[in-house]
């Protein structure tokens, strides 16, 4: 019985870490770059096609893609040759964020890469659907636990997600963890 308790990992709840992004102090900038060229943004980055090219962006994730919120697409992009990824999220706790946890880490993955690939990710404003997903990406691809991913991408950047984007990213981690756990007790055998 003491062995099962041991293989369980449960992250910080939700509250706790809201807790820890509120203390830390960050950028509020409109881009920063996350982690190696990786930047997470905001739209007015997203639509200045001038910082893009400074940045050398070769990709873009758009988490607040759609008609009626920041309507880029890959249409708006052809002329600096970069591949894009556009979700239809609402920043609502409700949302179901999970769907886009392992494409957007795909696309990001892939992304970074690429022969002098930079991916920018972006929503409105930087600080919950777009962050929500490099956090996953961070989970899934660079093996980050949540609170490592967030203390990463927060020293760099305010972030925020939403309480609801926080408890999928804590399920997340606990299914990675839980994963991880599995592949290691499997290779002790």
């Keep these: 019985m003491m062995a099962a308790l041991q293989h ?15 203390q830390h102090n960050g950028s509020t900038g409109h881009v920063n770059q996350v982690w190696p ?4 943004g905001d739209a007015f980055t997203a639509r ?7 940045l050398g962006i070769t990709h873009i994730l758009n988490a607040a893609s759609g008609r009626y919120r920041i309507n880029t697409g890959p249409e708006f992009y ?3 040759n ?21 494409p957007a880490a795909q696309f990001i993955s892939a992304g970074l890469q690429c022969n002098k690939g930079k991916v920018l990710v972006h929503c409105a404003m930087g600080i919950s659907r777009a962050a929500s ?3 996953a990406f961070l989970m899934i691809s660079e093996g980050l636990s949540l609170l490592d991913a967030l ?4 020293e760099h950047r305010d972030i925020f997600p939403n309480h609801g984007f926080l408890e999928q990213l804590r399920q997340l981690d606990i299914k990675l963890q839980d ?4 592949r290691m007790d499997a290779s002790k055998i």
């Design 48 to 54: 200045d096609k001038s910082v893009l090219r400074e």
């Design 78 to 80: 052809k002329d600096l």
């Design 37 to 40: 060229k990786l930047y997470l």
């Design 151 to 154: 203390r990463t991408v927060s």
């Design 82 to 102: 970069i591949d894009y990824y556009g979700v239809e999220a609402d920043d609502d706790a409700n949302f179901n964020m999970s769907t886009y946890f392992y």
């Design 133 to 135: 997903l490099v956090l």
């Design 8 to 22: 369980h990992y449960e992250p910080l709840q939700v509250p706790d870490l809201q807790f820890i992004l509120w």
């Design 179 to 182: 994963k991880r756990r599995s």
